[in-house]
């Protein structure tokens, strides 16, 4: 998985399964691209994934999670809901605001 901090007024924390970047997808009106400006990060085990959440989630972040291992870890790591993930073409998408 691929992990790219964004340091603004806010941190932004961008989690993708690494075969996803540079990839779009698109479905009826929905469109996601998923591009190496915003997801092109250090590549990290699920271990690190994990650590990087704890840790970013006691703070005021926001994450933007695509692919089926970087949304399965959010959800192990109970920062977003099976109800709060939506895909398109067939890849699941979650945002979680902390």
């Avoid at 400006?37 to 972040?61: H, P, R």
Wanted: proline share 1%; aromatic share 6%.
């Amino acid at each position: 998985m691929l992990v790219k901090i964004h340091k603004t007024y806010r941190t932004t924390v961008a989690i993708c399964d690494s075969n996803l970047l540079e990839k779009t997808f698109e479905e009826g009106k929905k469109q996601i691209i998923i591009g190496k400006n915003f997801f092109g990060g250090e590549e990290k085990t699920e271990e690190e994934v994990l650590k990087i959440i704890e840790e970013y989630s006691a703070e005021d972040s926001t994450f933007n999670i695509v692919g089926e291992k970087s949304v399965a870890i959010a959800l192990k790591a109970g920062i977003i809901q099976k109800s709060g993930i939506t895909q398109i073409k067939g890849i699941p998408i979650a945002l979680a605001l902390l």
